[in-house]
């Protein structure tokens, strides 16, 4: 079953990452191969990078583009980052990783609060703008990219281009999205066969729901307070240094 991200609970991707195991070895290596061949057709003779999260989607697309001869990417972040995560990345990032800090921190929260813990996905969207494709933007313009290959899918809801193509043209640059197709057991079933790392956020709460995000981004909160539990649940040094400007963040350690 090709299940959409939107509709589904943590529980959900736990049950189709156990439902992976049963993916014949020979299907996913067949799948492997195709899209590292699309990778390498589409990139070859021209200056392209890929996109990276750490996320298990960025994963698998290292994974994929690195396999292609790739080795050039982007990570776009800002100064409200999950420390875990910024640790994580320090221990795992790509060689040739280059980081561009979006500028997004607590004073511009402080002026846009009702970002704070996006509850509609067009709030959501402008967060994407705000860093990762703010972040994609400038890199390939400062570094001449022709091609940038993004782990966008399509069972994810993500945009990938018209009429099948899983490409499209954005600012003189070529984006390709070689796993669109992938389904998250596809996806899954390549990260625990080749024993892929992991960023911490699967491990909290909702965390294969939520997937990679800075705090002040985290999705489908029922309330601000809901997302400030959820964000204390994982580090309560968060709520404790954004209650010296928030004031939903005092207000929520007034409850504790």
């Not at 996109?51 to 994974?63: T, V, Y």
Request: aromatic share 10%; charged share 25%; net charge positive.
């Amino acid at each position: 079953m090709r299940e959409k991200k939107q509709h589904l609970s943590h529980g959900d991707f736990l049950r189709i990452r156990a439902q992976a195991r049963d993916i014949p070895h020979t299907d996913l290596v067949k799948k492997i191969d195709k899209t590292v061949s699309v990778i390498r057709k589409s990139s070859h003779g021209r200056n392209s990078a890929f996109a990276w999260s750490g996320g298990k989607d960025s994963q698998a697309l290292r994974f994929l583009a690195e396999r292609a001869g790739l080795s050039e990417c982007v990570l776009g972040i800002c100064d409200l980052e999950y420390p875990a995560f910024l640790r994580w990345v320090t221990d795992n990032m790509p060689e040739r990783l280059n980081v561009i800090n979006t500028g997004i921190n607590l004073d511009w929260l402080c002026r846009n609060e009702d970002m704070l813990f996006p509850r509609n996905s067009q709030i959501a969207a402008k967060w994407f703008n705000l860093i990762q494709h703010r972040a994609q933007n400038e890199y390939c313009a400062k570094n001449g990219i022709e091609v940038l290959i993004l782990g966008r899918r399509i069972q994810d809801g993500n945009f990938v281009g018209r009429n099948g193509s899983n490409e499209y043209e954005k600012n003189g640059v070529k984006i390709l999205s070689p796993i669109a197709d992938w389904s998250h057991g596809d996806v899954f079933a390549l990260i625990d066969r080749f024993d892929i790392p992991l960023p911490p956020f699967y491990g909290w709460p909702r965390g294969f729901r939520c997937g990679t995000h800075c705090w002040a981004a985290r999705q489908w909160c029922g309330s601000v307070r809901h997302g400030w539990a959820e964000v204390n649940a994982i580090d309560p040094q968060i709520p404790v240094w954004a209650s010296n400007r928030l004031k939903s963040a005092r207000d929520f350690l007034r409850t504790l």
